[in-house]
Each structure stands twice: as C-alpha cells, then as structure tokens.
C-alpha cells in the first residue's frame, strides 16, 4: 500500500495513550478508503512498527476493491492480515502468493522491491489490516525476502489468539524479523476478560477493529489505537459487549532510530529518499519488475519543496 501522512487527535487516560484513525484513499478513481493510525505526529513508531493502516468490511462490488499497480518499497517490512477475503500479491522476487484470513504475508522490502496487491475475483469483503515495520540502519539494505505463515489458533482464557510475528500466551512465530516485535489478532468473547503476559521491555499498541474494548482500564472504540508504554508485565483486554470484539496486539522495544518516511520509502535522510525516488522513475534494477499485472507502474510523486527531516520518536511517558 501507499503512504501518506496522517493527522490525528489524541487523548490520554489511564497511562494509555488513545490514537484515532485518519481516513484516506488508498488511490484510483474509485478509492478504496482505509483508516490510517501510524504514523501520525503524536507518535511515529510503536516498537519497529511504523504504519498502520485498517481496511473494511469492505463490499467489493461496492468499494471495487483493492487493485494497487507495482509501486516500491525500501527500508521496511510488509505485514498483510486479512480477517474476510483474498488478496493476490506478486513482487520483483516472483513470488505469486495468496492472502487470507489468518495468515500472515510478510515481504522484506530492503534495499529495493517492487510489488502489487490486487482482490481476487472471488472476493466479496475485503477486510484486514495493512502494517509495516521499519528495518534498523543495520539491516535497512538487506535483500528482498518473502516470507509466509499460518499460525495455529490458541485459547486462553476467555479469548480466541493468532500470533503471527513474535510470542505471545507460550506460542511462538517462525516469522524473521530484524528486530524484537509482536503481532497478533487477539478475538475476545462476548463479557470476557483476558490478561496477557509480556514482555516489560516492549511498548504496545492494540488495535480495535470490531467492538468496545477496555485497554488496561481505558475505553478504546473501533478503529482507535491504544499505546501503552513500556513497563508493563502485563495488559488486560475487557469485552464488554454481547459480541466478541476482534483487535490487533503489536508491540516491540522502543525503536531507537530516526527514520525519514515518504510516500513508500524509509531512509534516514532526505537524499536516501531521493535516491530511491530516482531509482524508480529511472526504472533502475534496484527495485525489479512485477510480472503479471495489466497496469501501468504507480509513478512516484513530486518530491516536496523543503528538505525531508527524521522524525523523532516522542519521549516516554
């Protein structure tokens, strides 16, 4: 997917930090709309988490879906999770995969990748969540990678848990990644209540997708994100519905870098931007060629007038 910045209000109530959801056009004339909580001004980063972006349920015949043309990525990871729907993926790697409920997609842009997203023809409700996660200096020209997995359901206590990066409730993910992070999708029953142990050194940040959830104590509606700061060895999920509410658990150490973000780069200065831009108006090697898709690529917006300048990460709170 697409980024472009969000701007959001936010709150504060019981050390939780609440981020509402920005909704932008995922592009084309007939946009699918997402809702966007990373990144934002009040905060860029949870863990190496960096983009958020929270889609559906979606009816295809009436929102067309998602068709993204090749478009490039550098510096990061992809995260795709769907909760309804299919989703086909190809990239400059050729791979030619697949994503559905209850599995994860995640792709390694690194140095350089290209790659398109488009909802299959059997595709009623597209709903599901777009992430990505910054790489550290170190690692942020790494090769391109495609990795895919299905984590097995578990249960604990009143709640129904998907780990797909991380460990979570004893289960543990084979997914690579090239810093600490968690990543599950956490269904909590009708009036039930879940508390989790993790880990003190990540913050965190829960998702809502479906449902009134009590974040260790704070209300969070759908669509809001709720940030809790390193510390905790434990978070309390509350239910206080009649239906069970559906979220998304990430988390990670705080990511100590500056990172530049703009449009589908991450570097750390405005001439990586640049460069990246470049490579990909030039057609260059660097970023490949996606076989299979009809369209034309997606061509890189203008770059700004003014010098793209790191973001820093807030201070703890």
Request: with cysteine.
């Amino acid at each position: 997917m697409n980024h472009t910045e969000t701007e959001t209000e936010t709150g504060t109530e019981s050390g939780i930090e609440v981020l509402a959801a920005r909704d932008v056009p995922l592009g084309g004339p007939r946009a699918m709309t997402v809702r966007r909580t990373l990144p934002q001004r009040s905060r860029t980063l949870i863990g190496a988490w960096c983009f958020a972006d929270h889609y559906g349920p979606d009816p295809v015949a009436e929102s067309g879906g998602m068709d993204v043309a090749p478009h490039p990525h550098t510096g990061l990871q992809t995260v795709s999770w769907l909760f309804s729907g299919e989703i086909e993926h190809r990239d400059s790697l050729g791979t030619h995969a697949f994503v559905r409920p209850g599995e994860i997609n995640l792709m390694t842009g690194g140095h350089g990748i290209s790659h398109t997203e488009v909802s299959t023809p059997a595709t009623t409700v597209l709903h599901g969540v777009q992430l990505w996660v910054a790489l550290p200096a170190e690692h942020r020209h790494a090769p391109r990678a495609f990795q895919h997995h299905a984590p097995a359901p578990l249960r604990v206590d009143g709640a129904g848990i998907r780990v797909f990066l991380g460990t979570l409730a004893g289960d543990t993910s084979p997914v690579r990644t090239f810093t600490p992070l968690l990543g599950a999708e956490v269904l909590i029953d009708a009036g039930a209540t879940v508390t989790l142990g993790v880990d003190p050194g990540f913050e965190h940040g829960l998702l809502v997708d479906e449902g009134d959830v009590r974040f260790d104590g704070t209300p969070l509606r759908p669509a809001e994100l709720g940030y809790a700061a390193p510390g905790r060895t434990t978070l309390t999920l509350a239910n206080g519905g009649d239906r069970p509410a559906r979220t998304v658990l990430l988390g990670g150490p705080p990511f100590e870098e500056e990172i530049v973000m703009w449009w589908n780069f991450i570097g750390r200065s405005h001439q990586d931007i640049a460069e990246a831009r470049e490579d990909w108006e030039n057609a260059s090697d660097r970023f490949g060629t996606v076989d299979g898709h009809p369209g034309a690529r997606l061509p890189a917006p203008a770059l700004p007038n003014a010098v793209l300048t790191p973001r820093k990460n807030p201070s703890q709170r």
